[in-house]
């Protein structure tokens, strides 16, 4: 420009404006769908809908005040070839540079991560691996974790399917839906195996045992992001429910065992006495599992080269180990130990979280 003043740097690239303008669109449109009676008439998609629009809300907030700050960098550019206010505004204008610059930085943080921050409602599976009844003593107390750490986080628990050891107290295996802000933002770090190194309760020398569990988190989709043919493409059995043992616990068929023929996904549940409650937990769990693949069909395509990326959910990676001797918290993903009271005696798993979501979203800007 003349007079050798320029408008600054450009902080954000025209790909990541156009990511930012879509974003504040869908924000707008969100804020008129919340605003019809359809909308308010149904409870469910009114509750999906304002978790969208409140995930975006930050985002269309801070692009706004982005914009606001480019146009007062205009006006101190064009302040600055008047002699008589060229002094003042180029000190102003130096502040606002270091204002857009900070103000760029957080959008495009906000930009990677609004699509987690949006997903209400999430399946927790975990099951008792390696390690006998230990393994499932271990399972039951990471279960105990999650649950202590999501009533902080006033999170929504709702038990779909629970196999409890009856011998030492511990839980073969557990399936349950957790609902509420930030779920899968969070949770999404835990999908692979946890592996605890300790003393049982029952060892009587005091040898250390290696036990694992493995955790998968599916969020659980819109009934609009998974198109399923019940009728079709999904196999429907319907059996007496089993105990330990394989012996029939009731003699009225009210477990259902679904299948889902296109990906070969296998769904029992049997956790009520109700065929109908038991076939709407196997149905949406189903719906959980058939969309976690196709998410990870998509984002391979998307960045085959990513394939490390936190949060893929790799079941069979081992992603954490539990040392209770050294007290030590050791995450594969991190250059960082924390500490075992803070994670699993006080439930806080927060400064853990925080290091895999910083991690993640330096990843993510990367490939922006």
Known sequence: MDGGVSDGPDYLSA?????????????????????TQAVLADHRLATTLAQRRAALEPLAR??????????EL?????????????ELAAEERQTTLAELERSAETLKASLVTADDRAVGSVILEIRAGTGGDEAALWARDLLGVYERFGARRRWRFDTLD???EPGAGGVRSAILQIEGDGVWADLAFESGVHSVKRVPATETQGRIHTSTCTVAVLPEPRDV????????????????????????????????????????????????????????????LLMARVYDI????????????????????????KVRTYRYQDNIVADQRVDRKFSKTQIIDEADLSPLLEALQQQQTAERLAAL
């Open 225 to 284: 992001e998974v198109s399923i043919d019940w009728q079709s493409d999904v196999i429907e059995h319907v059996t007496t429910s089993q105990g330990p043992g394989g012996q029939n616990v009731n003699k009225v068929a009210t477990a259902v065992h679904l299948v889902h023929t296109p990906t070969g996904v296998e769904v029992r549940m049997q956790e009520t006495k109700s065929q109908a409650q038991n076939r709407e937990r196997a149905r949406r």
């Open 162 to 164: 629970l196999s409890e």
């Open 294 to 317: 196709e998410r990870a069909r998509v984002e391979a395509e998307r960045a085959q080269e990513r394939r490390s990326q936190i949060g893929s959910g790799g079941r069979s990676e």
């Open 74 to 86: 205009a006006e101190l550019t064009e302040a600055q070839r008047d002699p008589e206010l060229a």
């Open 62 to 71: 801070a692009w706004t005040a982005f914009q606001s700050l480019e146009t």
């Open 15 to 35: 790909a990541v404006r156009a990511h930012l303008e879509r974003a504040r669109a869908e924000y707008d449109d969100l804020s008129q769908q919340l605003g």
